[in-house]
Protein backbone atom coordinates (compact mmCIF):
# COMPACT_ATOMS: atom_id res chain seq x y z
CA UNK A 1 0.00 0.00 0.00
CA UNK A 2 0.88 3.59 -0.94
CA UNK A 3 0.82 5.86 2.58
CA UNK A 4 1.38 9.67 1.88
CA UNK A 5 2.86 11.44 4.69
CA UNK A 6 1.92 15.04 5.23
CA UNK A 7 5.54 15.86 5.77
CA UNK A 8 6.49 14.75 2.22
CA UNK A 9 3.86 17.59 0.86
CA UNK A 10 5.32 21.16 0.06
CA UNK A 11 3.70 23.49 2.42
CA UNK A 12 1.82 25.91 1.42
CA UNK A 13 1.66 29.69 3.35
CA UNK A 14 -2.27 30.37 3.07
CA UNK A 15 -3.63 34.18 4.17
CA UNK A 16 -7.46 33.98 4.78
CA UNK A 17 -8.73 37.43 4.04
CA UNK A 18 -11.45 38.57 6.58
CA UNK A 19 -14.65 38.08 4.80
CA UNK A 20 -16.72 41.84 4.52
CA UNK A 21 -19.92 39.92 4.84
CA UNK A 22 -19.59 37.96 8.15
CA UNK A 23 -17.28 35.45 9.88
CA UNK A 24 -19.49 32.75 9.11
CA UNK A 25 -17.85 33.12 5.30
CA UNK A 26 -14.20 33.22 6.59
CA UNK A 27 -14.96 30.08 8.40
CA UNK A 28 -15.94 28.29 5.71
CA UNK A 29 -13.02 28.59 3.42
CA UNK A 30 -11.28 28.31 7.58
CA UNK A 31 -13.24 24.75 7.56
CA UNK A 32 -12.26 23.78 4.18
CA UNK A 33 -8.76 24.05 4.33
CA UNK A 34 -8.27 23.65 8.69
CA UNK A 35 -7.93 20.01 8.31
CA UNK A 36 -5.24 19.64 5.53
CA UNK A 37 -1.72 19.24 7.00
CA UNK A 38 0.03 21.10 3.92
CA UNK A 39 -1.10 24.42 5.08
CA UNK A 40 0.51 26.50 7.53
CA UNK A 41 -1.53 29.41 7.61
CA UNK A 42 -0.80 33.10 8.42
CA UNK A 43 -1.80 34.99 11.69
CA UNK A 44 -4.66 37.38 10.58
CA UNK A 45 -3.58 39.99 12.38
CA UNK A 46 -0.61 40.27 9.38
CA UNK A 47 -3.20 40.40 6.78
CA UNK A 48 -3.66 44.25 6.89
CA UNK A 49 0.21 44.36 6.10
CA UNK A 50 0.26 42.22 3.74
CA UNK A 51 -2.71 43.97 2.06
CA UNK A 52 -0.98 47.29 1.76
CA UNK A 53 1.92 46.14 1.20
CA UNK A 54 0.48 44.04 -2.49
CA UNK A 55 -1.41 47.55 -2.74
CA UNK A 56 1.81 49.47 -2.94
CA UNK A 57 3.59 46.99 -5.11
CA UNK A 58 0.29 47.32 -7.55
CA UNK A 59 1.19 51.35 -7.19
CA UNK A 60 4.81 50.99 -8.03
CA UNK A 61 6.03 51.93 -4.29
CA UNK A 62 7.67 49.05 -2.96
CA UNK A 63 10.43 47.82 -5.91
CA UNK A 64 12.47 44.73 -6.12
CA UNK A 65 15.44 45.23 -4.45
CA UNK A 66 13.02 45.97 -1.32
CA UNK A 67 12.99 41.71 -1.37
CA UNK A 68 14.20 41.38 2.22
CA UNK A 69 11.71 43.75 4.15
CA UNK A 70 8.74 42.55 2.32
CA UNK A 71 6.10 40.59 4.25
CA UNK A 72 4.56 39.08 0.98
CA UNK A 73 7.75 36.55 0.86
CA UNK A 74 6.09 34.99 3.80
CA UNK A 75 2.56 34.11 1.83
CA UNK A 76 2.07 32.03 -0.85
CA UNK A 77 -1.99 32.53 -1.91
CA UNK A 78 -4.07 34.96 -0.40
CA UNK A 79 -7.95 33.37 -0.02
CA UNK A 80 -11.52 35.03 -0.68
CA UNK A 81 -14.59 35.49 -0.66
CA UNK A 82 -16.60 38.18 -2.79
CA UNK A 83 -19.94 39.26 -4.27
CA UNK A 84 -21.99 36.97 -1.74
CA UNK A 85 -25.40 37.16 -2.03
CA UNK A 86 -28.34 35.16 0.05
CA UNK A 87 -31.72 35.70 -0.71
CA UNK A 88 -34.91 33.41 -0.21
CA UNK A 89 -38.69 33.24 -1.77
CA UNK A 90 -41.85 31.95 -0.07
CA UNK A 91 -43.94 29.80 -1.54
CA UNK A 92 -47.40 29.75 -0.32
CA UNK A 93 -49.17 26.14 0.44
CA UNK A 94 -52.35 24.96 -1.30
CA UNK A 95 -54.74 22.38 0.24
CA UNK A 96 -55.55 19.08 -1.85
CA UNK A 97 -58.21 19.26 -4.72
CA UNK A 98 -61.20 17.23 -5.13
CA UNK A 99 -64.06 17.04 -8.48
CA UNK A 100 -67.47 16.87 -7.47
CA UNK A 101 -67.51 13.51 -7.01
CA UNK A 102 -65.06 13.29 -4.19
CA UNK A 103 -62.16 11.90 -6.14
CA UNK A 104 -58.71 13.86 -5.51
CA UNK A 105 -57.40 15.78 -8.31
CA UNK A 106 -53.90 17.06 -6.27
CA UNK A 107 -52.09 16.52 -3.26
CA UNK A 108 -51.61 19.17 -0.44
CA UNK A 109 -48.59 21.22 -1.23
CA UNK A 110 -47.18 22.46 1.99
CA UNK A 111 -46.00 26.17 2.72
CA UNK A 112 -41.96 26.12 2.09
CA UNK A 113 -39.20 28.84 2.12
CA UNK A 114 -36.66 28.16 -0.56
CA UNK A 115 -33.17 29.37 -0.03
CA UNK A 116 -30.04 30.38 -2.31
CA UNK A 117 -26.90 31.23 -1.81
CA UNK A 118 -24.09 31.86 -3.70
CA UNK A 119 -20.59 33.88 -3.93
CA UNK A 120 -17.25 33.35 -5.37
CA UNK A 121 -14.00 32.38 -4.03
CA UNK A 122 -10.81 33.85 -4.91
CA UNK A 123 -7.19 31.72 -4.77
CA UNK A 124 -4.85 34.75 -5.35
CA UNK A 125 -0.85 33.75 -5.78
CA UNK A 126 1.23 36.62 -3.87
CA UNK A 127 4.09 36.06 -6.64
CA UNK A 128 4.05 38.40 -9.13
CA UNK A 129 3.18 36.84 -12.89
CA UNK A 130 0.42 34.55 -10.94
CA UNK A 131 -3.07 34.18 -12.06
CA UNK A 132 -6.30 34.66 -9.77
CA UNK A 133 -8.60 32.05 -9.47
CA UNK A 134 -11.66 32.41 -9.39
CA UNK A 135 -14.54 29.88 -8.31
CA UNK A 136 -18.25 29.88 -7.93
CA UNK A 137 -20.30 28.52 -5.49
CA UNK A 138 -23.12 28.43 -4.57
CA UNK A 139 -25.58 26.77 -2.14
CA UNK A 140 -29.70 26.09 -2.00
CA UNK A 141 -32.29 24.48 1.07
CA UNK A 142 -35.47 24.88 1.73
CA UNK A 143 -37.12 24.20 5.12
CA UNK A 144 -40.80 26.03 6.48
CA UNK A 145 -38.80 28.56 7.73
CA UNK A 146 -36.67 31.25 6.06
CA UNK A 147 -33.84 31.56 8.56
CA UNK A 148 -33.54 27.84 8.23
CA UNK A 149 -33.82 27.43 4.37
CA UNK A 150 -30.93 30.22 4.21
CA UNK A 151 -29.30 28.53 6.76
CA UNK A 152 -29.57 25.37 5.10
CA UNK A 153 -28.55 27.12 1.75
CA UNK A 154 -25.49 28.44 3.27
CA UNK A 155 -24.51 24.79 4.70
CA UNK A 156 -25.23 23.50 0.44
CA UNK A 157 -22.67 26.10 -0.27
CA UNK A 158 -20.03 25.49 2.78
CA UNK A 159 -19.49 21.48 0.82
CA UNK A 160 -19.01 23.43 -2.55
CA UNK A 161 -16.52 25.48 -0.77
CA UNK A 162 -14.06 22.59 0.53
CA UNK A 163 -14.69 20.91 -3.21
CA UNK A 164 -13.53 24.08 -4.98
CA UNK A 165 -10.60 24.20 -2.71
CA UNK A 166 -9.54 20.69 -2.88
CA UNK A 167 -9.26 21.44 -6.62
CA UNK A 168 -7.50 24.29 -6.18
CA UNK A 169 -4.82 23.10 -3.97
CA UNK A 170 -4.15 19.53 -5.50
CA UNK A 171 -1.95 17.04 -3.69
CA UNK A 172 1.74 17.32 -4.95
CA UNK A 173 4.27 15.11 -3.28
CA UNK A 174 8.04 15.48 -3.27
CA UNK A 175 9.87 12.93 -4.89
Known amino acids: PFFLN ?17 SEYTAMIESALGSDKRYDFIDPKAIPGI ?3 IEKRQTGITEEDDTDKI ?8 VYFTNISL ?3 YSPG ?9 NKLSDE ?19 EGGTTRAYNVSGTGSDDSQNRAEENAK ?21
Do not use: C, H
Request: net charge positive.
Open 6 to 22: ADEFERIKIAIVPSEYG
Open 51 to 53: LEE
Open 71 to 78: KLKNVDFL
Open 87 to 89: NSS
Open 94 to 102: SPATYDKKG
Open 109 to 127: VPAQWYGNASGIIKVVPVN
Open 155 to 175: SSMASEVKSSLKSAFPIQSKI
